[in-house]
């Protein structure tokens, strides 16, 4: 036992002295830089759309869709910071109430939705128990008591829509022809680039009054962004020449996102003082890459909704019959079909399977490609791409959280 403690005494001394980090918070994602580089342009279309609000005015209703790690949310909070700022100078009521929509237990019922922004509001009711109307009713006695401008920003939009439907935001959007006082803008973010193609057009043309897309950060870019947070996070020396260039080129590979560049390079110091380094070095950004993907996939498959851990059971199951050695979508529906039997849940269009495809495709975990069938016209392939090693553990993720 004394030579255990000893041990463990020997890893603690050796972190206590040898730290390479300055401020490891600066590369988290929950920090907030005071300036957002590489996006002026977008950040002043924001504020340009937004401004209205400042004269008492409704502002148009904002869609900002861009892949993961491309800015929007950090650069939607730094203008509703600024809005807010601005608003305590002038006579006009603003409140602007940001969801994450990703959220449990927050967006997975209109309910639940209407529940979070009243409570933000000041306001409460229970849990559950109460007919929606009435929750509604709720919502708009705490808004309309007074004249006030109110902006709603729901982050990860798509999330919200594939647990409940686009109802909700019908609803949110049709609100103004009851209020007297106030008036409602919804400012809607999403990193699925199709998610609006999906929705009712009514709700389409009532979301995305304006639209803006934040394009993927290049390699460039994402060195400056790297070089900026890297000065505040790591003392200085510890870095070897073309550790950033590195994790810059990778993430710019994964759709330019600074997310991923910033995770690389906080784990790739945390791996190096695992080893009692001196330095970070280009190794590291291997090691740190690997890690990543292993647990971007297994938080992925754990934390999205229910619909998109069904789809995906039924890839994995297709895959594992020897026979099938292409696997096409309609095949991928019919198998969704029966897990959806088996689990008592609803059964989405084939539209809406097709758009959850799309996301994995996305982001990794299966490959898609595009195939004529002649007469039958265009299918898509798809392939899994999840390693074998990583396979068993997504499986029990899966038959967990399903109940299979």
């Known amino acids: 036992m004394e030579k255990s403690n000893y041990k463990i005494d020997q890893i603690f001394d050796s972190f206590m002295k040898n730290n390479l980090f ?70 006009i009521k603003l409140v602007i109430e940001y969801v994450n929509c ?68 019908y609803n949110l959007t049709r609100l103004n022809s009851e209020l007297k006082n106030s008036q409602i803008s919804v400012v809607g973010i999403s990193n699925n680039l199709t998610f609006l193609d999906g929705l009712d057009p009514r709700v389409r043309s009532s979301l995305s009054e304006e639209e803006l897309v934040f394009p993927p950060y290049n390699a460039l870019q994402l060195k400056d962004i790297l070089n900026e947070r890297s000065k505040r996070a790591f003392k200085e020396g510890v870095l070897d020449e073309g550790v950033i260039a590195k994790c810059a080129a990778f993430a710019a590979r ?23 380094q001196k330095k970070i070095g280009l190794k590291d950004i291997d090691l740190a890459n690997e890690k990543i993907e292993k647990d971007k996939i297994l938080d992925f498959v754990k934390t999205e909704p229910k619909q998109f851990q069904l789809v995906l059971i039924s890839i994995i199951s297709l895959e594992e019959r020897a ?31 097709s758009d959850i495809l799309k996301e994995f495709d996305m982001v990794g975990i299966i490959n898609s490609s595009v195939v004529s069938k002649g007469r039958q016209g265009r299918t898509s392939k798809i392939k899994l791409s999840i390693s074998k090693q990583l396979l068993p553990k997504v499986k029990e993720i899966l038959n967990d959280s399903l109940n299979l």
């Open 22 to 91: 300055k401020d490891k918070f600066v590369l988290q994602t929950s920090y907030t830089p005071e300036t957002i580089t590489h996006r002026d342009e977008q950040i002043t279309q924001i504020a340009s759309i937004l401004a209205p609000a400042l004269r008492g005015e409704r502002t148009s209703n904002l869609f900002v869709y861009g892949k993961t790690g491309t800015g929007k949310t950090l650069s939607v909070q730094s203008v509703q910071n600024e809005l807010m700022k601005r608003s305590r100078s002038t006579n």
């Open 323 to 353: 026979k099938l050695n292409e696997i096409f979508t309609g095949d991928i529906y019919n198998q969704y079909h029966l897990f959806c039997e088996r689990t008592k849940t609803d059964v989405l269009t084939q539209r809406r399977v």
């Open 102 to 169: 990703k959220l449990k237990k927050v967006s997975d019922t209109e309910y639940r939705i209407l529940a979070e922004l009243i409570k933000k509001m000041g306001g409460s009711v229970p849990a559950t128990g109460l007919p929606t109307d009435q929750v509604y009713n709720k919502f708009i006695e705490l808004i309309d008591n007074e004249k006030k401008l109110v902006i709603l920003i729901f982050d990860e939009i798509d999330h919200a829509v594939y647990k409940i439907s686009d109802n909700f935001l």
């Open 254 to 276: 994964e759709h330019g996102d600074a997310r991923r560049a910033l995770d690389l390079l906080r784990i790739a110091g945390e791996l190096a003082e695992r080893n009692n």
